[in-house]
């Protein structure tokens, strides 16, 4: 895979649906330090997405400040199928 998908969605919205392999890490543990992501390389590609954009456009501004480069906001499921997978 050449990216990481990170559906920024609370736990419940995450378990009614999500993209396959993607990672559920709300922006309340992205603010948190985000150790759901520790192992991923911070020049990897990270596409994160929501319902609306919003949540994802915050948190992808979270993770620039955590020192990862290369951050997308996928906006949601539907943009991020349709344009990048």
């Not at 999500?18 to 992501?37: Q, Y």
């Not at 590609?45 to 992808?60: D, E, F, L």
Request: hydrophobic letters at 40%; aromatic letters at 8%.
């Amino acid at each position: 895979m050449s990216y990481v998908l990170v559906d920024v969605r609370e736990p419940e919205e995450y378990a009614k649906d999500h993209l396959n392999g993607s990672i559920n890490v709300p922006p309340a543990e992205i603010m948190s330090g985000a150790t759901a992501l520790k192992d991923v390389p911070k020049d990897a590609k990270i596409i994160v997405y929501c319902i609306t954009g919003s949540r994802s456009n915050v948190s992808m501004r979270f993770l620039r400040d955590m020192g990862f480069t290369n951050v997308i906001n996928g906006i949601n499921q539907s943009h991020v199928e349709a344009k990048y997978l």
